[in-house]
């Protein structure tokens, strides 16, 4: 462990003796095997919408996004639990979820979670009432991880639900896709 100045204070000692013990915690849960994280996280991202924590469901996500010991391997496990959150949740959550998913590198794992995207999206749109949410989490996840062509078929699809969840209209949606 690292030793620091005496003339801190007591909290930042305490501070930093907290900080290093959870790095070293994180970094021997990352050298667990792939079945032990998977079952630790699924815990907590699988829950239900009626029954989640959200500030647990916030604290789970932080960590996935923040630490930068993952290998992709950790990510790619519960990329389905990951693109559900991205797509249903609201602002810092699903913007959380989506920055975690960033760190899928391979684009054949990103075409996965797109067709991910499009199942969700296609069962959204057959409901009563389908909550635009998902279709407005849907482009901007596709647009984070880089799928153009996705992204694409996705504002052609969906665009009345885009409109109605954030008021960009096609001309938006294709311009943004330009920018890619």
Partial sequence: MIE??????STWLELMAAYQNFREKIFYWAKENDNTKYHDLSIELSTPILERDLFKRLLIIDFLQSTDMW???????IYKQLTDIALQEQDEI????????QKIRPQSQRANIADEIFAFAAIEAEK???DCIVFHNGWMLLYDLNCKEQLEQFID?????IY???GFDETDLRKLVECM
Avoid at 71 to 77: H, K, P, R, W
């Fill in 71 to 77: 290998d992709e391997t950790a990510i790619l496990l």
């Fill in 157 to 161: 699809k969906y665009h009345h639900f």
């Fill in 164 to 166: 109605l969840a954030c």
């Fill in 128 to 130: 009563k009432e389908p």
């Fill in 4 to 9: 620091f100045n005496k003339e801190h204070s």
């Fill in 94 to 101: 699903a913007a959380g979820a989506r920055i975690a998913l």
